[in-house]
């Protein structure tokens, strides 16, 4: 029997998918999985018992994740499952920068008892006329799920496509259209293109990405779409740019003092993938993953572990070990088997950065005993019985 603790609202449709085997409690120190959307949690004591933390999104700047990996508490997030939802809204930002539709929508709130307010509409639209995004090059900064779709759909709006991800994964590639320009150097798109959307990552890499020496290098007149992060972009360096001309518009998903209300700036509430089948798609795939991790210990769409998958086990007994990733570490832990005669029938053994996760499948139950020899082995952070 499995605990499981909600820190936000989760769809019920996710929910759902937990069988008898789950049982929601209200204290969270109570739990072997959590499930989160946006509540913080740096500063709340994790309980010793908990197991994995499975978020609802794709965004994990909420969670500690380095802490997470020393105690051997795996973090998933649920890459893809919101990409319909930010990739509608990613269009109709470019659309609403392009076209002042909203400019124009105010001045019929402002004339509402006027009542010739169709005849002289006539006279005042000329005020909110815009451009056409036919025709034009849109850079894409990042091909992961909303990046494709988005590039995708752009194509067929007929826009000229550039793609920037030096990483680009086997799946996005085999979903990218083939008429995307896929570039190497990100300078190229900031110097061809006349919309610019960004959809990576935030990390000490990519914070601040694109800032004045960025701006300087783009069209006069780009329009700049953030519906990624925030700190990805030096957002004062972007109100210079529109006071200068260099930026046409800057359209935002994430309100804030500095941008909120400027000339230049389209603010959009964090509606990215504030849809209704999005928080669902979200939901699904976040209890899915902590099902999978808690029966099987398959790690699957984890921020802090490896990918590491050995379907359902069919032996005696399944270990799983969270350590540190440096070498003899898997000769410690077949010795400490072979020592009492168990036999290991299959093991994998995955990486990321300074982690690593191990499974072991062994053809008689693990005893107390080996579990405390594992654990006492240097730079172990965790050892699970999964079965």
């Known amino acids: 029997m499995f605990k499981y603790h909600?820190?936000?609202?989760?769809a019920g449709v996710g929910l759902e998918k937990f069988t008898d085997q789950y049982?929601?409690?209200?204290?969270?120190?109570?739990?072997?999985?959590?499930l989160v959307r946006s509540a913080a949690m740096h500063d709340l004591d994790l309980p010793e018992n908990l197991l994995a933390i499975a978020r609802a999104g794709a965004g994990v700047n909420n969670i500690p994740l380095d802490k997470c990996a020393q105690k051997g508490i795996v973090v998933f997030n649920t890459p893809g499952a919101n990409a319909n939802g930010v990739k509608e809204l990613v269009i109709a930002g470019m659309l609403l920068a392009s076209r002042d539709v909203v400019g124009g929508i105010e001045w019929v709130k402002e004339n509402q008892s006027d009542e010739n307010v169709g005849k002289n509409a006539e006279k005042a639209k000329k005020n909110f006329a815009g451009t056409e995004i036919?025709?034009?090059k849109l850079g894409i900064v990042g091909l992961g799920a909303i990046g494709v779709r988005v590039a995708n759909v752009a194509k067929h709006l007929g826009m000229e496509v550039y793609g920037y991800d030096p990483y680009v994964s086997v799946d996005a590639a085999w979903n990218l259209s083939r008429d995307v320009k896929h570039v190497l150097n990100v300078e190229e798109i900031y110097e061809e293109c006349d919309y610019i959307t960004i959809h990576v990552p935030l990390m000490d890499a990519t914070r601040g990405m694109i800032g004045?020496?960025?701006?300087?290098?783009?069209?006069?007149?780009v329009i700049l779409l953030n519906f990624a992060r925030d700190l990805l972009v030096d957002e004062q360096a972007v109100l210079a740019g529109i006071r200068s001309g260099k930026i046409r518009k800057y359209v935002s998903d994430f309100p804030n003092a500095v941008t909120a209300g400027q000339a230049g700036c389209i603010v959009i509430p964090h509606l990215g993938?504030?849809?209704?089948e999005s928080e669902d798609n979200c939901a699904v795939m976040a209890v899915k993953e902590l099902k999978n991790y808690l029966e099987n210990g398959n790690i699957i769409n984890s921020v802090n572990y490896p990918k590491c998958d050995m379907g359902i086990c069919a032996q005696a007994g399944r270990v799983a070990i969270f350590h540190k990733n440096k070498a003899n570490m898997i000769t410690k832990f077949t010795a400490c088997f072979g020592d009492i005669g168990i036999n290991i029938s299959d093991m994998m053994n995955k990486s990321k950065g300074d982690v690593a996760y191990t499974m072991l499948d062994i053809e008689a139950p693990a005893s107390a005993e080996i579990i405390g020899k594992l654990q006492s082995i240097d730079g172990v952070f965790r050892v699970r019985v999964v079965k």
């Open 6 to 10: 909600c820190l936000n609202p989760i």
């Open 23 to 34: 049982v929601k409690t209200e204290k969270m120190e109570e739990a072997d999985g959590i």
């Open 134 to 136: 036919e025709g034009k």
């Open 212 to 221: 004045p020496e960025a701006i300087d290098k783009m069209k006069d007149g």
């Open 273 to 276: 993938a504030s849809t209704e």
